[in-house]
């Protein structure tokens, strides 16, 4: 009979080891997510940077065009 709270005791035991473990996995695993995203912001914010510098290259094409076709519309 004395053996009975000493098993009951391992049990709670083993599973608060399981639990521990599982916890222990699913921190790694947000671990991971979390730096996988922050890789992914870092690639959006390239992406963006990238993406503006090409609106402002093409916004100053455009103006270039509107004015030396202003200026030809002004000499005919």
Do not use: G, Y
């Not at 914010?45 to 402002?56: G, S």
């Amino acid at each position: 009979m004395t053996d009975q709270p000493l098993l009951a005791f391992e049990h709670k035991l083993d599973q608060l080891i399981q639990v521990c473990s599982r916890l222990h996995d699913e921190n790694i695993q947000l671990q991971k997510a979390v730096a996988a995203s922050k890789l992914k912001e870092s690639d959006w914010q390239v992406e963006r940077a990238r993406l503006i510098e090409k609106n402002e290259l093409a916004k100053t094409r455009v103006e270039a065009m509107i004015s030396r076709l202003k200026s030809l519309e002004e000499q005919s």
